[in-house]
């Protein structure tokens, strides 16, 4: 499994404007020198070994968020937040497209990530959004998609949002399936 280098850049971004062009250059300098992919430039074609890709997240975790992973849930979020309001999905989606930006999700899995699976299976009241035969499961994928569809249902309108988590690589389950129930 390989992550595609936007999903470098867009961390990158989100970092030097939470934290600043120098701290996260003196980040990436450091990690670097022990996950030598990164000295090279990283375009938004470049194929990312995902183990290279998840050590990089664990630090930035590690370093500038105590640990916490409910930061990877963030990163999704804000994800959203900037390709709605500002980035590639501006012109897409209209307030209240929420199950049409459901069903929209499995193109984004496919635009940042080489394998697995995420599907979405339209119910009475909810929506089940889940990921499937990822070669290297990890908290991190889990988190960050799911945090990126609640961040974009967030930001289209959805009222009374909740989620529930039915399976995860969190709770130890060897897939994820998430409920969200939108209205």
């Known amino acids: 499994m390989e992550v595609k ?16 062009e120098a701290a996260w250059k003196g980040f990436l300098t450091e990690f670097a020198k022990k996950e030598p992919f990164f000295a ?12 290279a890709f998840l050590h990089l997240n664990e630090d930035l975790l590690a370093r500038f968020y105590g640990g916490n992973k409910s930061a990877w849930w963030q990163f999704g979020i ?8 500002q980035g590639q999905l ?5 307030p209240g497209d929420l199950r049409r930006f459901l069903l929209f999700t499995p193109g984004i899995w ?11 299976h339209p119910g009475q009241g909810h929506t089940d959004l ?11 994928f889990e988190l960050s998609v799911m945090g990126f569809a609640f961040g974009g249902l967030t930001q289209l309108g959805a009222k009374n949002l909740q989620h529930q ?19």
């Open 130 to 140: 889940s990921i499937t035969h990822v070669p290297k499961p990890h908290v991190y």
């Open 5 to 20: 280098g936007v999903a470098f850049l867009a961390r990158q971004q989100m970092m030097v404007q939470t934290f600043g």
């Open 110 to 120: 496919k635009g940042y990530f080489t394998e697995g699976d995420l599907n979405v």
């Open 78 to 85: 804000k994800s959203a937040e900037y390709a709605l309001v």
């Open 90 to 94: 501006k012109t897409m989606f209209s």
């Open 40 to 51: 090279n430039p990283v375009m938004p074609v470049t194929r990312m070994p995902v183990d």
């Open 165 to 183: 988590v039915l399976k995860g690589y969190s709770k130890g389950d060897k897939e994820v399936l998430y409920r969200f129930n939108v209205s």
